[in-house]
């Protein structure tokens, strides 16, 4: 079966270069049955993927040890479950399934592509052939998951930290964030190769966008909530290259969300804009060549890393190719409106975009800087949390006070008269709240009381915008207030859809600085029936118990609970020993209180052989509201992405001409 | 390893099929050349583009006037521009559309 695998993953390749070269040179010289020719070679690629995909799928099922990357990632005792989702455990199975899904958006936006012309179509082709092309030449000359060897009695194993059911949805989430951006870059680089910088491009790709943008924040909810239950240190987010990796991509397609609509209604930014969709693109191939290189943990794994070097050189050749096309077609890219005022809707996304690009590439630096360090002196730098923690404060309060600002400024301009109207609400919300906060004893954190007293600014004005729309809204059509609500949003989903992603935002933001600035932390060694108190809960240790499970040892400290006199339960951190990977977890334990939306949350730092546990115990207030904050954000994103059926029509309407069938 | 082999060869012969069937459906076509809009209608599509933003724009302006984000005298201001803007954009866009008409006629 290896052979049928390395067999689709070479049909692949040379389907994806022909939609290159053959794509390439149908749109240079216009011929149109080879521009088909080269988009049904996209079609084809997919299905070669689909089988190449199955075969690993199968052989991981099978645990079959004759291909070395299921011995190398599984074993026989490893649950189905994770042997499956050991798929994109590595190297090899990420790669596939970076092609899988790039090859599968592939198909599927060429083919909705109606209204994009025919000619940014057929450079369209060749764009996303040549990013499929580069992902496939990997698969095939460099890191084949089809590689075989003398079947073993049974394999290393997995990862136990890969161990987890998030790991069966976090992945492939990323990924489909990560590969969804190729979308967008494909489209923009299309219009410009055709010369076209009409707006169809943007249209075409809209919803694209905002889908690979949201998998990229749900999937990083997701890993933040995989590392807070399973990593076992207690936080969510450690600034980890990984980690920013997806995050850096995430922050500059959040700026392009912003900054199209102000090309969409003023016809300003274009460029901008087009730099930002190279910048959201570059990243996501950033952040895959960092977590596959090898390179996060030493250049010198870098340097035998096999991918590494390839990855570099098409992240440069990409980028180089880009800019340059953006250089040469400026003139038509020019805008023939400029900023009226700089208190307006459009300045505030302005600002916006500058701050969430500073925090972007500020993380970037961070990431990259210790690269460069070991490259020019041989030492080994380190950038940690204060540096990245003062640029979030730095950029991301006034980013949090712009969410606010931005809905209750007009566009083109706002007089100070208007101004005052439409903040008063919000500011007193804010000051009443900020008083509250400091007689509440918040004034430990500085930072905390700000975050706080500008999230209540950014819910108020989010409220105000929903009951003063719904009031004009049934002013206007002699409605009932629910009709004239769902009416409000039903006209303008991606507006509303938008306000609901920041009110998670916000909710995100409430529970990063309730776990961080107000987090109590206690360690302590513990002897059965010996207590320590945390934040007014009292935690006695009762004792050991173990348990023998399929692939490991469950060792669990037996921790109860009170608060006063009142017993509030057992709770069970300990450690898992793995058999097959001969490495040992940590297993927290984690009371949530959701009147308070905090947490209880237990750590078993050591398991000592005279019955003792190392105990380290975390308050962590608010911290549940982060989560909350992950189905607010797929509430807002689903309103935002939802089809328009009035706008479908206008669309239609204008670009009636310039339809095309695909 | 049959199975293997017959999957193989089916994914082939499909996948060569598939990029063959433009020259196979159309072996001499009368026209191969990739449609591209004529100035006309990229004319035509920046002028529905332009119509669609004063509108919007309008729209969005009546909106944040009822609101309260706009005041009366802003309002006053920027209304009649934007007007002017639209109507402007519905004109060529009809002028547009008359002289195609009356090119087509002519051709006709």
């Excluded at chain 1, 301009?413 to 007193?428: K, V």
């Excluded at chain 1, 994103?637 to 206008?650: H, N």
């Amino acid at each position: 079966m290896a052979d049928l695998g390395r067999a689709a993953l070479v049909t692949s390749f040379l389907l994806l270069l022909y939609a290159l070269v053959g794509g390439s040179l149908a749109a240079w010289k216009g011929r149109r049955r080879l521009a088909e020719s080269a988009q049904n070679a996209l079609l084809g690629s997919f299905a070669a993927t689909v089988v190449a995909t199955a075969v690993l799928v199968g052989a991981l099922a099978r645990h079959d040890f004759s291909f070395q990357y299921v011995a190398d990632h599984t074993s026989r005792e490893l649950p189905l479950g994770y042997t499956l989702t050991a798929f994109w455990g590595g190297q090899e199975g990420s790669l596939l399934l970076w092609l899988l899904v790039l090859s599968g958006y592939s198909v599927a936006a060429v083919l909705t592509a109606r209204r994009v012309g025919r000619e940014v179509l057929a450079w369209v082709v060749p764009t996303l052939g040549l990013v499929g092309t580069f992902f496939a030449l990997l698969l095939v000359f460099v890191a084949s998951p089809f590689a075989t060897q003398a079947a073993v009695a049974d394999g290393a194993g997995l990862n136990p930290s890969l161990q987890n059911p998030y790991m069966a949805i976090h992945p492939p989430m990323l990924y489909l964030g990560y590969v969804g951006l190729t979308v967008p870059f494909a489209f923009a680089m299309g219009a410009l190769l055709a010369r076209r910088t009409d707006e169809r491009w943007i249209v075409a790709t809209r919803r694209w966008t905002l889908a690979a943008w949201a998998f990229l924040g749900i999937g990083q909810l997701l890993g933040a909530h995989w590392a807070y239950v399973e990593i076992g240190w207690g936080g969510f987010y450690a600034w980890d290259p990984v980690e920013n990796a997806a995050l850096m991509p995430w922050l500059a397609a959040t700026a392009f969300l912003h900054s199209v609509m102000i090309q969409e209604k003023r016809g300003m930014l274009k460029v901008w804009n087009v730099l930002l969709v190279v910048l959201a693109f570059g990243l996501s191939l950033f952040g895959t060549f960092l977590t596959r290189s090898g390179i996060i943990q030493s250049i010198h794994s870098f340097t035998q890393s096999s991918i590494g070097p390839w990855f570099l050189g098409f992240i440069c050749l990409i980028t180089a190719g880009s800019l340059t096309l953006v250089f040469a077609r400026l003139p038509l890219l020019r805008a023939k409106t400029r900023l009226e005022s700089l208190v307006s809707r459009e300045a505030t996304f302005l600002y916006n975009n500058l701050l969430l690009v500073a925090l972007a590439l500020t993380i970037l630096w961070g990431v990259v800087y210790p690269i460069l360090s070991e490259v020019v002196t041989g030492q080994t730098a380190t950038v940690s949390k204060p540096y990245y923690n003062f640029f979030l404060h730095t950029f991301g309060l006034p980013l949090l006070l712009l969410m606010g600002i931005g809905p209750l400024v007009a566009w083109r301009r706002a007089s100070l008269r208007a101004l005052g109207r439409t903040f008063l609400w919000p500011l007193a919300a804010a000051l009443i709240a900020g008083i509250a906060l400091l007689a509440a004893g918040a004034g430990s954190s500085r930072i905390g009381v700000i975050a706080y007293t500008f999230s209540v600014f950014v819910l108020a004005a989010i409220a105000l915008e929903f009951v003063r729309g719904t009031v004009a809204r049934k002013a206007l059509g002699g409605l009932g207030w629910a009709a004239a609500f769902s009416s409000l949003i039903a006209r303008n989903r991606r507006r509303y859809g938008g306000y609901v992603v920041h009110a998670s935002v916000v909710l995100l933001a409430i529970g990063v600085t309730g776990a961080s600035a107000y987090e109590t932390v206690r360690e302590s060694r513990l002897k059965p029936g010996q207590s320590m108190t945390v934040a007014g809960d009292r935690l006695v240790f009762r004792g050991f118990r173990s348990r023998l499970e399929s692939n490991h040892r469950a060792i669990r400290g037996l921790v109860d609970v009170y608060r006063g006199d009142k017993y509030l339960g057992r709770y069970t951190p300990g450690k898992n020993q793995y058999f097959a990977e001969d490495q040992v977890s940590n297993e927290v334990s984690i009371r949530h209180d959701w009147l308070t939306g905090g947490d209880l949350f237990l750590i078993a730092d050591q398991v000592n052989s005279n019955g003792s546990i190392d105990l380290k115990a975390l308050q962590k207030p608010l911290v549940n509201l982060l989560w909350l904050a992950g189905f607010v954000f797929v509430g807002g994103a689903l309103i935002a992405l939802w089809p328009d059926a009035r706008e479908e029509r206008r669309l239609a309407e204008r670009y009636a001409g310039a339809t095309v069938r695909v | 390893m049959t199975a293997a082999l017959v999957v193989g060869t089916l994914l082939a012969v499909v996948c060569v099929v598939l990029v063959a069937l433009p020259f196979l459906r159309e072996p001499r076509p009368g026209d191969d050349t990739l449609a591209r809009p004529d100035a006309q209608e990229q004319r035509r599509l920046a002028l529905a583009e332009e119509r669609d933003r004063a509108l919007a724009a309008l729209k969005e302006l009546e909106f944040d006037h009822r609101t309260g984000k706009v005041s009366d005298d802003d309002y006053r201001q920027l209304v009649g521009p934007l007007r002017r803007r639209a109507a402007e954009a519905l004109r060529a866009l009809d002028l547009q559309a008359s002289t195609v008409e009356e090119q087509v006629t002519t051709r006709g």
